[in-house]
Each structure stands twice: as structure tokens, then as C-alpha cells.
């Protein structure tokens, strides 16, 4: 009998000790890791593929430097109170609705006071369509830190920790089936481990290597219908 799969909540561990360092990424971890001395600027951007761990790095440098984070909109009158923490986390940039007048206010007032800005976005800002000149030197200036994709060692950890964070034991065969078959980057792990989380709840069974392979080939063949 199939089971009706019930979306229950599950927490991603966002500890420094849950960060899986790998050549991809070694150069922005150590970045984070070099904060404050190590930073050049006031502002550090960032980047990588969705799901690439940036939201993880970003809770690390959080935790660590007691950061703020901005709203999803930035609007006129926000300056003085954000900046007032001395340190302010803005998660994906490219995407938010920010005041440009206003964020290129908060970069010099951040500057200024001796403050740090740490901004996450899936590509460097130089094509985040921004219209204000001077915010766009300011951005381009800045240091970029940057998360390649994934290697195999990277990979293979991810999935086991994405497993282990909805609490699910696979079998080794299990993995390397998902790295050799499915597609490889952040986003396409996270979507095959939450596929399989579901496929094995609503069968009632464990997940196995021909579950993995079903369950890739049917996700492939959804995103050859959708283009």
C-alpha cells in the first residue's frame, strides 16, 4: 500500500563543524574564516551556484561576528539602525529589492564607523542590473569570494549530510549512484535527496540504489519536458 508522504519539518545543520571544506570552496571558507583581520574592505560579496553552502558560510560569519541581517527590502530610513550593529549579513543580493542610493549609503556609513558587510548572491555584481554608478564602482571594487562547483569529495559529503539531516541512513551504493548519474551541482543533490526522502516515505521502504536510479531518471526526464 502507498502511503500518503507528509512534508515534515527537518533542520539543516548550519554549524562551522557541519561545513564541509573541499577544493571548491576552500578560498571562500577561508575568507570567512579570516574575518575581521584578514578582511581588506568593509564588504565582502559572496557568490556561488544555488545551493552551494553560501546561506551556510553566511550563518557561520554571522554567528560569529553577532551580525545583523538586512530585510528583504532595503528602503530609505534603514541606514542608521542597520548600521548601528557593526556588522550586517545581506542575503541574496542579486535578487532582493534594495534602494541603491540607500545600500550605497550603508556601505560608506559602514566603512566609516569600522563596520563589515558580508552579501551572498549567485553571481558577482557586475551583472545584478544595477543602474547607480556609483554603487556599481562600489560593488566591483569590493572582494569576491567565489564557490566553484562541487568535486567528488565535496559532493559525496553534501549528500551524506543532507541525508543525515532528515535523519536517513543509505547505503555507500546509494551515493556514488547519485553522483555518477545525476546531475551534478548543489541544487540538483538537494532536489534528488528530497525526491528520494518522499519516494521512500510513500512506499513505506528503504531507499535503495534502484530507488535512486528511478527517481534520477524521472527528475531528468521532467527537466527535458520543461525546456
Do not use: C
Not at 568593509?42 to 554567528?63: D, M, N, Q, R, Y
Amino acid at each position: 500500500m502507498t502511503q500518503l508522504p507528509l512534508e515534515l519539518p527537518f533542520e539543516e545543520k548550519r554549524g562551522a563543524e557541519d561545513f564541509f571544506v573541499s577544493a571548491s570552496n576552500e578560498a571562500a571558507y577561508a575568507a570567512i574564516e579570516s574575518w575581521p583581520d584578514g578582511w581588506t574592505d568593509a564588504l565582502l560579496v559572496l557568490v556561488g551556484p544555488e545551493g552551494a553552502g553560501k546561506s551556510h558560510l553566511a550563518a557561520i560569519w554571522a554567528e560569529r561576528a553577532h551580525a545583523w541581517r538586512a530585510p528583504a527590502v532595503l528602503r530609505a530610513g534603514d541606514v542608521p539602525h542597520l548600521v548601528s550593529n557593526g556588522a550586517l549579513l545581506i542575503e541574496d543580493a542579486d535578487r532582493a529589492r534594495l534602494d541603491e542610493a540607500e545600500l550605497f549609503h550603508l556601505i560608506n556609513v559602514m566603512r566609516e564607523r569600522g563596520g563589515f558587510v558580508l552579501m551572498t548572491a549567485r553571481t558577482e555584481p557586475g551583472s545584478w542590473g544595477l543602474s547607480t554608478p556609483d554603487l556599481v564602482s562600489r560593488l566591483r571594487r569590493a572582494p569576491v569570494a567565489a564557490i566553484e562547483a562541487p568535486d567528488d569529495g565535496l559532493l559525496r559529503a553534501l549528500l551524506v549530510k543532507l541525508f543525515m539531516d532528515r535523519q536517513l541512513t543509505v547505503d555507500t551504493r546509494v551515493i556514488e549512484t547519485i553522483i555518477s548519474r545525476g546531475e551534478r551541482s548543489f541544487a540538483a543533490a538537494r532536489s534528488i535527496v528530497d525526491a528520494l526522502d518522499q519516494e521512500a516515505l510513500a512506499a513505506g521502504r528503504r531507499i535503495t540504489r534502484a530507488m535512486a536510479q528511478e527517481t534520477i531518471a524521472r527528475l531528468s526526464a521532467a527537466q527535458e519536458t520543461a525546456r
